[in-house]
């Protein structure tokens, strides 16, 4: 199984991908994705937890490395909702992070189970919806 973390060197995302260390099968694969070009620096930091989970830090502009062959993908990219900004301003921001994220999952892993973490969740989960039902991956189910 391999699962990826988009957004993984943010709060969410780094203690995500330290309880996916300790609870996925061993054997897994677990990769780590973010622009930040701390992201392997983070991936080796969580591959110091011993358990049998292989982690990999991917970062930079394109995911598609994180996500080849995934079959779970969690994604907590975006900006945190700052003093004076409402929803909206950061549905305006984290809306178009969410999107481009999700036309990678669709050509790269379109049968992956897809978890968004990203806020505002009510808005992002139903741009990621229209995004895959667009692509034509879209399954209800996942």
Do not use: W
């Not at 694969?29 to 983070?42: H, K, N």
């Not at 036309?103 to 895959?132: Q, R, S, W």
């Amino acid at each position: 199984m391999k699962v990826a973390v988009l957004g993984a060197t943010g709060g969410i995302g780094q203690a995500l991908a330290l309880l996916l260390k300790l609870q996925l099968p061993a054997g897994s694969d677990l990769a780590l994705y973010d622009i930040a070009p701390v992201t392997p620096g983070v991936a080796v930091d969580v591959s110091h937890i011993p358990t049998a989970v292989n982690v990999k830090g991917f970062s930079g502009e394109d995911p598609t490395p994180a996500l080849e062959g995934a079959d779970v993908v969690l994604i907590s990219a975006g900006v945190a909702r700052k003093p004076g900004m409402d929803r909206s301003d950061l549905f305006n921001i984290n809306a178009g992070l969410v999107r481009g994220l999700i036309d990678k999952v669709a050509v790269t892993c379109p049968k992956a189970c897809v978890g968004i973490i990203t806020n505002p969740v009510n808005t992002t989960v139903a741009i990621a919806a229209e995004v895959l039902k667009k692509a034509g991956v879209y399954d209800k189910r996942k």
